[in-house]
Every structure is written in C-alpha cells, then in structure tokens.
C-alpha cells in the first residue's frame, strides 16, 4: 500500500481541485491562465562534501506558484520522496492557504531529495548552506520566505537565515520563519499548526452538533502537528484511541495517555512499544470507529482504494493534501465532514505570518496573544468557507478553495496585465 500511495502525484489533485473550484466560481479562461501554474520554478544542484571526505550530489528544488498578493511563502522539506511535482502541488496550495486565512502572502515551497536520517549534523548544515546559496536569486523577507516543513526545523532555518545575512552583509531576521526564539523567532510558531488544526475542530464540532468532549480521535501522524492537535483535543475531554508515526500504529480503545505518550516520543523517538497501548497496522488504524480523524503524515493517504474504510464523523487535514479527489467524493457521500488542508493546518503560516512581523516592526508578542491573534484569524476563515459550503451547497474544499482563489483572482484582476 506505501508504494501505492508514494507512486501517486500529488500536483494532479492540486489541479483538479483547483479546476472544481474555479468551475464553481465561473472564472474566466484569461484568468485562470494567470493564477493556476507556478510563476517560477528553479532546480538546482547541490555538491555536498560528505563526512568521508568525498562529494555526493543532491537535487533541490524552489517553487514560487504566486506572488499576486504578497511575498511567496512555504517551507522547505528534506525527504527522500521530494519530487518537483511534489514541490509544485505544495507552492499551489500555499497560495490558496495564505489567501484563505486572508494574510498578505503568496504561496512557495521548496524541497531537497535526501534522507537526513542518514545524514549526520554537520553534512546536513552543509547541505543546508548549500542548498540557500542556490536558491539566494529567490529568497527575501519581500520576495520569498522559507519556513521549517517535513524534516526540517528551526536549527535548519537558522542556517538559512545566517548564509543569507552573510551574504548581505548585515542580519537579516525576516527572510525565514520557524527560527530559534533568539534570533527573532516568535512564540507560539512550534505549536501554531497543531492550535490552528484543534480551532478548526472546535468550530467544526460547533457546527455539527458533535460535543467535543467524549469524542473519539485517531490521529494518523504524530509528529508536531499531529501530537500538538492531540494534547489540546486530550486537554479538552477527548479520547485519543490511536496513534501513528513511521514506526508504527498503536492503540487503546478506552484511550491513550497522550502527555505520557508525548514524553515517550521525545525520549524514543517512536509512538511504537508505548505502555497501555497495542500495535496495530497502517490499514486498522484508518478503519478505526472514531469521531475525528486527523490525517498529519503526507500527502494521499487516503484514497480511492480505503477511504470507504474511514468512519470519522469529521476528517481534519492536518497535512498538505492527505485526502485524494476520489477520498472526498467517498467520504461526503456517506456524511463525512471534511476540514480541507488549506484552512486545517493554516495555523502554521498565520503564527509565521506573525513572526515575520515581529521581524519587520522589531517589536515582539506575548504567547497569550499570539493564540488569541491566531483563533480569530482560524474561526474567521473557517466562517468564511462554510458560509460557501452552506450557501453554494458544495463541499468543503471546493467551498476553501472558492474563498483562497476568489481572492487571487480578485487581486490579479485589480493589478493586471504587465507589459
């Protein structure tokens, strides 16, 4: 089933999905000529000088789909299944993620192909440097800002943020976000996109009648996100009954110990073997009787070929694109509400957006109100896609992306045509 799921292009959905919601919206062929393929796409390569002494090649990649309202934004991730297409899909649905929760960015990404499993400290700073040097014609606190994604984090941003002021001459705080609180850093970034995905939930259990506390929760993916969203859903009464990471999947119907779970994963690195708990398989836990599933790992875990085996009342795209086009038809058609990634997991790039103000004023937040700053921002732009989901009678991505193109569109018709 992994090799099934890896083989799977995730750039066809993001064309697909956009199509369904630019149908719906009526757009005109001029217009979406302009918005719906990248502006620009640079590939690059990276000699790395390896701890042995001898220099292997690496392939990274830079996407800028948008720049219509704002600087690209979008993280960087090192995988070994990082593809340009992969890159391409993630910088389209930055662009509509950005324009949903309405901050003035457009929509990045960027990628190396590696393992850094199997790389050691110093031979991915290398890397890293390396791989900004290339990418430097691109990046700027007004042009494009890098942001920690899968495998990457605040040291690696870090790096970034120094080989480019090294080059400028001066420091250069605003060119990334995700960074160590020292050098500029905000509070609230670590656990932004987890927050943001429990806001989204909690609005969605609002909506649906659901009472949030003594629901049950599978959340397939623990990693920042995924275990983040967990311990505030735990916090609020929830039942978390399964669990997974790239180790493993393990289980407990009457519910897992979530803080314990959580100091179990920093101090093994793995959900796998917890106390109180069972393994299970990849295919048990999508099947599991829940009331929230939360999709947190990578893209196109759910698919044609299982998602009629979901029983999750409301599925909460904590990841980029989880669910494919066919997984939405199968789920809504059986009463499956679906929080699409674009409005779920925004949290991460409106506590960045934050950040790189904080940068720009030289003036800082406090924790408390950046969560107060970041719920408003998320139940605002939850409103505003079901508003679309309810009046326009149409799916909750279709009606997510509705709101994030409508407002690309609007802004390229205001600015034009130049030359």
């Given at each position: ?176 976000t995700g960074k160590p609180l020292c050098l500029g850093g905000s ?233």
């Amino acid at each position: 089933m992994l090799a099934a799921v890896a083989e799977r292009n995730a750039y066809t959905p993001a064309l697909e999905n956009f199509d369904s919601a630019a149908d719906v919206l009526e757009l005109s062929q001029d217009i979406r000529q302009m918005i719906k393929y990248p502006e620009r796409i640079l590939t690059v390569t990276l000699p790395v000088r390896m701890d042995n002494g001898h220099i292997r090649r690496f392939e990274g990649y830079r996407v800028q789909h948008s720049t219509a309202r704002g600087p690209a934004k979008g993280g960087i991730r090192y995988h070994p299944n990082v593809t340009l297409d992969e890159v391409k899909a993630l910088a389209t649905w930055m662009t509509w993620k950005c324009s949903v929760v309405n901050i003035p960015f457009g929509g990045g990404k960027g990628g190396v192909t590696c393992n850094p499993k199997e790389m050691s400290q110093t031979e991915l700073e290398h890397m890293t440097r390396r791989y900004t040097s290339a990418i430097l014609p691109l990046i700027g606190p007004s042009q494009d800002i890098p942001a920690p994604d899968v495998y990457t984090n605040s040291q690696t941003m870090a790096w970034i943020m120094d080989t480019y002021s090294m080059t400028k001459g001066y420091t250069v705080q605003g060119v990334v976000t995700g960074k160590p609180l020292c050098l500029g850093g905000s509070l609230g970034r670590n656990e932004a996109t987890g927050r943001g995905v429990f806001y989204t939930i909690l609005s969605a259990c609002e909506h649906l009648g659901l009472p949030i506390k003594g629901a049950k929760v599978v959340v397939q993916g623990f990693g920042n996100a995924g275990s983040i969203a967990a311990h505030l859903l735990d916090s609020h009464g929830c039942c978390v009954v399964g669990v997974s990471d790239s180790t493993g999947c393990i289980f407990n119907k009457s519910g897992l110990d979530i803080p314990k779970l959580i100091l179990y994963k920093e101090q093994t690195g793995r959900v796998a073997g917890f106390d109180g708990s069972e393994p299970i398989t990849a295919e048990q836990l999508l099947r599991l009787d829940c009331d929230i599933l939360i999709p947190a790992a990578l893209e196109n875990v759910v698919h044609e070929e299982n998602a009629a085996d979901v029983k999750a009342k409301i599925v909460a795209e904590a990841a980029n694109g989880p669910l494919t086009p066919d997984a939405d038809r199968i789920i809504e058609a059986r009463g499956g509400f679906i929080i699409p990634d674009i409005l779920c997991n925004a949290g991460g790039v409106t506590v960045s957006y934050f950040e790189w103000v904080q940068d720009e004023q030289h003036l800082f937040w406090d924790a408390q109100d950046i969560y107060n700053r970041l719920e408003k921002v998320m139940k605002t732009a939850f409103n505003d896609v079901l508003k679309n989901h309810v009046d326009r009678k149409v799916g909750m991505r279709v009606a997510a992306n509705m709101v994030g193109i409508g407002r690309v569109a609007e802004a390229i018709k205001i600015r034009g045509l130049y030359p």
